[in-house]
Protein backbone atom coordinates (compact mmCIF):
# COMPACT_ATOMS: atom_id res chain seq x y z
CA UNK A 1 0.00 0.00 0.00
CA UNK A 2 1.48 3.42 -0.85
CA UNK A 3 1.43 5.79 1.78
CA UNK A 4 2.29 8.97 0.56
CA UNK A 5 0.24 12.30 -0.87
CA UNK A 6 -3.29 13.26 0.79
CA UNK A 7 -6.76 13.01 -0.38
CA UNK A 8 -9.50 15.56 0.42
CA UNK A 9 -12.32 14.79 2.86
CA UNK A 10 -15.41 17.21 2.49
CA UNK A 11 -17.17 17.77 5.48
CA UNK A 12 -20.36 17.16 3.51
CA UNK A 13 -19.59 13.00 3.92
CA UNK A 14 -21.41 13.73 7.70
CA UNK A 15 -24.50 14.11 5.48
CA UNK A 16 -23.60 10.63 3.66
CA UNK A 17 -26.50 8.24 4.41
CA UNK A 18 -23.87 5.77 5.71
CA UNK A 19 -21.61 7.96 8.00
CA UNK A 20 -23.25 6.98 10.73
CA UNK A 21 -21.98 3.53 10.08
CA UNK A 22 -18.44 3.22 11.07
CA UNK A 23 -17.52 0.30 9.24
CA UNK A 24 -19.11 1.65 6.06
CA UNK A 25 -17.27 5.08 6.47
CA UNK A 26 -14.39 3.56 7.02
CA UNK A 27 -13.86 1.30 4.53
CA UNK A 28 -14.87 4.24 2.08
CA UNK A 29 -12.79 6.43 3.27
CA UNK A 30 -10.16 3.39 3.13
CA UNK A 31 -11.09 2.99 -0.90
CA UNK A 32 -10.49 6.81 -1.30
CA UNK A 33 -6.83 6.93 0.20
CA UNK A 34 -6.50 2.98 -1.99
CA UNK A 35 -7.61 4.36 -5.42
CA UNK A 36 -5.11 5.93 -7.92
CA UNK A 37 -4.49 8.74 -8.69
CA UNK A 38 -3.39 8.68 -11.85
CA UNK A 39 -4.16 5.60 -14.64
CA UNK A 40 -1.39 2.50 -14.27
CA UNK A 41 -1.51 -0.54 -15.86
CA UNK A 42 -1.36 -3.69 -13.66
CA UNK A 43 -0.95 -7.22 -15.23
CA UNK A 44 -1.69 -6.08 -18.78
CA UNK A 45 -4.40 -3.89 -17.41
CA UNK A 46 -5.47 -0.67 -17.56
CA UNK A 47 -6.44 1.12 -13.64
CA UNK A 48 -7.49 4.06 -14.16
CA UNK A 49 -7.92 7.31 -11.72
CA UNK A 50 -10.25 6.61 -9.13
CA UNK A 51 -10.17 2.95 -9.47
CA UNK A 52 -7.88 -0.02 -7.27
CA UNK A 53 -7.35 -3.51 -7.58
CA UNK A 54 -8.11 -5.58 -4.49
CA UNK A 55 -10.06 -8.23 -2.66
CA UNK A 56 -12.35 -8.48 0.08
CA UNK A 57 -10.07 -10.65 2.11
CA UNK A 58 -7.32 -7.94 1.58
CA UNK A 59 -9.65 -4.88 2.47
CA UNK A 60 -10.79 -7.02 5.23
CA UNK A 61 -6.82 -7.15 6.36
CA UNK A 62 -5.88 -3.88 5.68
CA UNK A 63 -9.35 -2.22 7.54
CA UNK A 64 -9.59 -4.79 10.62
CA UNK A 65 -13.10 -5.40 9.08
CA UNK A 66 -14.54 -8.94 8.92
CA UNK A 67 -14.54 -9.99 5.42
CA UNK A 68 -18.08 -10.83 5.54
CA UNK A 69 -18.48 -7.01 6.76
CA UNK A 70 -16.37 -6.01 4.07
CA UNK A 71 -18.56 -7.71 1.49
CA UNK A 72 -22.03 -6.31 2.97
CA UNK A 73 -20.64 -2.81 2.94
CA UNK A 74 -19.01 -3.32 -0.95
CA UNK A 75 -22.89 -3.98 -1.98
CA UNK A 76 -24.30 -1.43 -0.06
CA UNK A 77 -22.16 0.94 -1.74
CA UNK A 78 -22.23 -0.35 -5.08
CA UNK A 79 -26.39 0.07 -4.02
CA UNK A 80 -26.30 3.49 -3.42
CA UNK A 81 -24.38 4.51 -6.36
CA UNK A 82 -20.97 5.34 -4.37
CA UNK A 83 -18.95 2.65 -6.21
CA UNK A 84 -18.69 0.24 -9.34
CA UNK A 85 -16.72 -3.44 -8.77
CA UNK A 86 -16.01 -5.29 -12.13
CA UNK A 87 -14.53 -8.60 -11.55
CA UNK A 88 -11.43 -9.70 -13.18
CA UNK A 89 -9.43 -12.51 -12.94
CA UNK A 90 -8.74 -13.21 -9.15
CA UNK A 91 -9.68 -9.91 -8.01
CA UNK A 92 -11.77 -7.17 -8.17
CA UNK A 93 -11.49 -3.55 -10.02
CA UNK A 94 -13.49 -0.65 -7.74
CA UNK A 95 -13.92 2.05 -9.53
CA UNK A 96 -14.96 5.34 -7.22
CA UNK A 97 -18.28 6.64 -8.61
CA UNK A 98 -17.42 10.24 -8.27
CA UNK A 99 -13.48 10.33 -7.38
CA UNK A 100 -12.89 13.18 -10.08
CA UNK A 101 -15.35 15.25 -8.15
CA UNK A 102 -14.13 14.38 -4.54
CA UNK A 103 -10.22 14.54 -5.72
CA UNK A 104 -9.86 16.87 -8.03
CA UNK A 105 -6.93 19.31 -7.41
CA UNK A 106 -8.71 22.52 -8.10
CA UNK A 107 -11.47 23.17 -5.93
CA UNK A 108 -14.46 25.24 -5.28
CA UNK A 109 -15.08 26.89 -1.77
CA UNK A 110 -17.36 29.66 -0.72
CA UNK A 111 -17.10 30.99 -4.32
CA UNK A 112 -13.13 31.19 -4.65
CA UNK A 113 -11.16 28.55 -6.40
CA UNK A 114 -8.15 27.28 -4.63
CA UNK A 115 -5.63 25.94 -6.45
CA UNK A 116 -4.06 23.43 -4.24
CA UNK A 117 0.35 22.65 -4.59
CA UNK A 118 2.51 20.26 -2.83
CA UNK A 119 4.30 22.39 -1.12
CA UNK A 120 1.60 23.80 1.01
CA UNK A 121 3.24 21.77 3.82
CA UNK A 122 6.88 23.92 3.13
CA UNK A 123 4.79 27.22 3.80
CA UNK A 124 3.48 25.49 7.05
CA UNK A 125 6.97 24.88 8.28
CA UNK A 126 8.91 27.77 7.43
CA UNK A 127 6.96 29.98 9.82
CA UNK A 128 7.38 27.80 12.58
CA UNK A 129 10.40 28.96 14.98
Not at 99 to 127: I, L, P, R
Amino acid sequence: MMAEGWIKLYRKITEWEWYTVPSMAHLFIHLLFLANQKDKRWKGILIKRGQLVTSATSLAEQTGLSKRTVLRNLAKMIESGEIVKTVAKKCSIISVTNFEKYQSVTFVTDNVTDNVTDNVTDNVTDNVT
